[in-house]
């Protein structure tokens, strides 16, 4: 086993929730799944987004520094799919679902478990990803009542507990 | 709901893979419970992770600079708990659960579902936490057949697909 192929074991090992990043703005519109999203501060609030510099998305979020991060229920597998694959443009990836608009202009999903709608405060390069430091300006909720994992290189879904 | 209050329960609808980050050094042996590690970069392998600036594995770490992430198994949820309390020391903490020594001379939990011996790169501050940039210097797996996640205010058990 390589050094790469042993690191792509251990991610798996590690489980994340799956969102749907969208941005729109002066450079265009543009989303793609990812699960490299973590909770960073709660004052000011703000989460880290991780972005593969190789990808369209890496430039277009840079030009448009603002995003929506929003965190998929369970039924959204498919579309998780969608959003992460190389042979769909932007424009048929959105046409697979419906949308509304975050107040700074961002595609939120309709339906999702929750809408972030964020500022992109700094960018800072590792390796072949960026990390985005991210403001978050707006939160909605939305009607999923799971959220979508992945863990050991397959979709799990965990329901919300009443208790919640 | 205030706007932190909303935050929260936004963070909440982000499911994450709970950790438990530990350190050994001059600046002493540490550890502390964190479900704010992400995947970073592929090459060189790194992971990033959000650490609050107002406990005592902030300055620790700083000082350290070397860390171990154990992905925590199904049957972790007591250990996870207990290295989340403030009310015990980092001796009593260590004292519930056995360890092996990473390269890096940091603490391995036996059983985990993998530890990650990492090198902090770079430290930089947003609001009540930093973020910690690692570098993964070495991976170890362990025999745990499931993972723990923390979703909706409660912990779950994912087990590993046999395809995984």
Redesign the interface.
């Known amino acids: 086993m390589t050094?790469?192929e042993?690191?792509?074991?251990?991610?798996?090992?590690?489980?994340?929730?799956v969102?749907i990043i969208t941005t729109d703005g002066a450079a265009g519109r543009h989303g793609i799944t990812a699960?490299?999203?973590?909770?960073?501060?709660?004052?000011?609030?703000?989460?880290?987004l991780?972005v593969n510099r190789s990808g369209q998305m890496h430039g277009v979020l840079r030009a448009n520094r603002k995003l929506c991060i929003n965190?998929l229920g369970g039924e959204h597998e498919e579309l998780s799919n969608n959003f992460a694959s190389r042979r769909l443009e932007a424009s048929e990836r959105f046409g697979m679902a419906a949308w509304e608009e975050m107040e700074n202009g961002t595609p939120a999903l309709v339906g999702a478990?929750?809408s972030?709608g964020c500022r992109v405060?700094?960018i800072?390069e590792?390796?072949?990803?960026s990390?985005f430091?991210c403001h978050?300006e707006e939160?909605r909720?939305g009607p999923a009542q799971s959220?979508l994992?992945h863990?050991?290189?397959?979709y799990?879904r965990?329901?919300?507990?009443e208790?919640?």
């Open positions: 050094d790469s042993k690191f792509r074991d251990a991610m798996w090992r590690l489980g994340a929730a969102n699960s490299a999203v973590c909770r960073l501060s709660d004052d000011p609030a703000a989460v880290l991780s965190v478990l929750c972030l405060d700094t800072s590792t390796g072949t990803h990390v430091v978050v939160i909720f959220g994992m863990f050991g290189r397959r799990h965990l329901a919300i507990p208790a919640a």
